[in-house]
């Protein structure tokens, strides 16, 4: 059985060296889902609010007893609309409702962020391939741009990484402390 899978060159990070990938297969086995936690970044992001609020929205009118006119529920205050399910019931469907959509459109985030840095990296490993033969000003400020934007995307990146691993640490100008 081969141990190497796949070898790779890639563009560096914060480096002016490239990066050498090399995919090991050390134990196989199947990668099962896990737990879901939310991401409380989602909270600064304009469209998963006006997603969530939109939810509440859908679902106040789906459960509004029948007197209402299922156009005007959202004009009632919560304290006095009268509901065809329980309370516990109905906030228990909306925390449903909302959970699928933060999944929903958490892995929507991911897969265009994973693009995104796909696409960089590939514009600079030609730029850097261009760069090399010459010498010309103005592919060298792309590629320091390029750079730059995958340097940001991937600092995104490893904040997650330190939240999820509940390592706290401490960020002072382009210096990163992990405290233990």
């Given amino acids: 059985m081969a141990l190497v899978d796949n070898v ?15 995919h090991l297969i050390i134990n196989k086995f199947e990668k099962r889902k896990g737990f879901w936690k939310f991401n409380n970044t989602l909270l600064s992001d304009q469209s998963y609010v006006n997603i969530v609020k939109n939810t509440i929205k859908k679902l106040k ?3 509004a ?7 005007m529920v ?3 205050n919560c304290d006095h609309l009268e509901l065809v399910i329980d309370d516990q019931s109905f906030f ?6 909302i959970r699928g ?4 459109y958490s892995s929507i985030r991911k897969k265009n962020q994973d693009k ?4 960089l990296e590939e514009e ?11 010498d010309l000003p103005e592919l060298t400020e792309k590629l320091q741009d390029a750079k730059n934007k995958l340097q940001e995307i991937r600092k995104e990146h490893i904040k997650g990484l330190f939240v999820r691993s509940k390592v706290k640490w401490i960020e002072n100008g382009e210096n990163l402390q992990i405290i233990f």
Avoid: F
């Fill in 65 to 71: 007893a029948s007197p209402y006119n299922p156009l």
């Fill in 116 to 119: 995104q840095t796909k696409l």
């Fill in 74 to 76: 959202n004009t009632i």
């Fill in 92 to 97: 228990e469907q909306l925390l449903l409702c």
């Fill in 101 to 104: 959509e933060t999944i929903h």
């Fill in 61 to 63: 009118a789906q459960y």
């Fill in 124 to 134: 600079i490993n030609h730029l850097e391939t261009v760069t090399n033969n010459q």
């Fill in 8 to 22: 790779n060159i890639a563009a560096g990070y914060r480096s002016d060296h490239s990066r050498i990938e090399l």
